[in-house]
């Protein structure tokens, strides 16, 4: 078998790819041993405690060995990949086709071929799971059909097999590998369940999610001896409900963003004292300013919406309240005012929350702001927010109101000495030019830090937002 120097080999170590983090999880690889790669290539996405992020390798070569599997967290500076570069790299491609050949060669030869998931190789072993309790494992094993045996493994048409005798429903399938893809075994990991414990519902033996919720949810084997008598529980009549999940707890891993956010939602609470003012308002005028930009020739294809009048006006607040834009340097013993506004905007992700920011907002026109805000928005729901985006932050907005919610008590983004949550626009009774009409109507509220943030200075800030978006003209005069 050809041998290759250690020189030849690059190890690419986790990167710190935002600002002081420390680990990072690999979700998903993008290249297996044996694959080429180019500088440049993307060949993996890894999870820090900020965003989901791509890593590129820096060189031209051939993957020799990843170190570690999808669902780690590494430490930053831990290599994670192996490549063979320059002479190695040709060098790098014999052991694993040779390595490919012996398999197949030792692999016993069953009347069917077993499917297997790409990227997990053949089963080897004839071993059998054994199976769960009240199932009855099949003479021989089920031989699957042509087609699915060449999606799954890759190959070509397979060679017609002889027909299986009938074997018995949720049979377990043979092999020492139960067969799963990647997002399967991740969730099964999460909730501590041993695949080779599932019995399989998919084509050809494939375990589903549902099957290992169903593993979860499943009663556990009853007691051969108990150590004392017990009054035995009267039995369910057939007519009586029964629930459809009988979990009781289900526990989720803290990490990644998750684990970052509750940290500092934790260290922002503890360290600045909050306070937080509320207001209401009728924002009639400017639902209808909103519905009046979106005919505008200016703004079409962007994304309009209150969301965008509501940002502009805390913009204008800041201008007009300009200290209510600082931070607090505990070991300066300072209070740093910031003569930027980096907005941001708090954004449920399904990795947990984040706060991307619009860098220099204040010195955005209407139109742009109203891109960076569609930009931003798109590239959170699509997870590929960058830590940058999210470094650097003054001042906060959360809009709350997508979900029903009339306010809340937002907590301060952490170095920050202000947010401003935004309750949900409703059609209520409210009283205008001394008649009672039904009206536009928001509660807006605005939690400062009372170190630097006294309650006058909230209170105008607050005063101000509220006046803009009940007379949007104000706009124009005070921008």
């Not at 080429?36 to 890593?55: H, I, N, P, R, S």
């Not at 609470?269 to 909103?290: G, M, N, Q, S, Y």
């Not at 699509?382 to 959360?398: F, H, R």
């Amino acid at each position: 078998m050809t041998t290759m120097t250690d020189s030849s080999v690059r190890e690419f170590k986790m990167p710190d790819v935002g600002e002081g983090l420390t680990e990072a999880e690999i979700l998903k690889w993008y290249v297996q041993p044996g694959d080429t790669v180019t500088d440049g290539q993307v060949v993996c996405e890894v999870e820090t405690a900020k965003a989901a992020v791509e890593l590129p390798i820096p060189y031209d070569g051939v993957v020799r060995e990843l170190h570690f599997p999808e669902g780690t967290t590494v430490d930053v500076g831990t290599s994670i990949i192996a490549v063979a570069v320059g002479d190695g790299a040709a060098a790098a491609e014999e052991p694993v086709q040779e390595a490919v050949a012996e398999a197949a060669a030792e692999e016993p030869k069953p009347e069917g071929r077993q499917p297997v998931l790409v990227g997990y190789g053949v089963s080897t072993s004839s071993t059998k799971r054994r199976p769960r309790k009240g199932t009855e494992a099949p003479a021989a094993a089920q031989t699957p059909s042509a087609a699915i045996q060449a999606e799954l493994n890759g190959h070509g048409p397979a060679e017609p097999a002889a027909p299986a005798a009938p074997a018995a429903p949720a049979a377990p399938v043979t092999g020492d590998r139960p067969l799963a893809k990647p997002p399967v075994r991740k969730l099964a990991k999460d909730l501590g369940v041993d695949l080779a414990t599932v019995v399989p519902s998919g084509p050809d033996g494939i375990i589903t999610r549902e099957d290992v919720h169903a593993a979860v949810a499943a009663p556990e084997p009853a007691q051969t001896a108990a150590p004392r008598s017990e009054p035995a529980a009267p039995a369910p009549s057939p007519s009586a409900p029964t629930s459809y999940d009988t979990t009781r707890e289900t526990r989720i891993p803290v990490k990644g963003v998750r684990k970052a956010t509750a940290a500092a939602m934790v260290g922002s609470a503890f360290t600045a004292p909050h306070v937080t003012e509320f207001v209401t308002v009728d924002v009639t005028r400017t639902i209808k300013l909103v519905e009046e930009l979106k005919q505008d020739k200016e703004y079409t294809g962007l994304r309009v919406n209150p969301l965008l009048l509501i940002a502009k006006a805390l913009l204008v607040a800041i201008k007009r309240n300009p200290d209510i834009n600082a931070s607090w340097d505990e070991a300066a013993q300072e209070i740093v005012v910031k003569h930027y506004v980096n907005l941001g905007i708090a954004a449920a992700t399904p990795r947990g929350l984040i706060v991307p920011n619009i860098k220099d907002a204040h010195a955005q026109t209407l139109p742009q702001l109203a891109g960076s805000l569609g930009e931003l928005v798109s590239t959170a729901r699509e997870g590929k927010t960058s830590p940058a985006a999210m470094q650097g932050g003054t001042v906060t907005i959360t809009n709350v109101g997508v979900f029903g919610v009339d306010t809340g008590t937002p907590i301060l983004n952490p170095g920050e000495s202000a947010i401003l949550a935004v309750g949900a626009i409703k059609l209520q009774p409210w009283v205008h030019k001394g008649k009672v009409k039904p009206r536009q109507v928001t509660t807006l509220a605005l939690s400062f830090d009372h170190r630097l943030v006294d309650g006058e200075l909230g209170s105008k800030v607050l005063a101000d937002v509220a006046a803009v978006l009940e007379q949007p003209k104000r706009l124009i005069s005070w921008a």
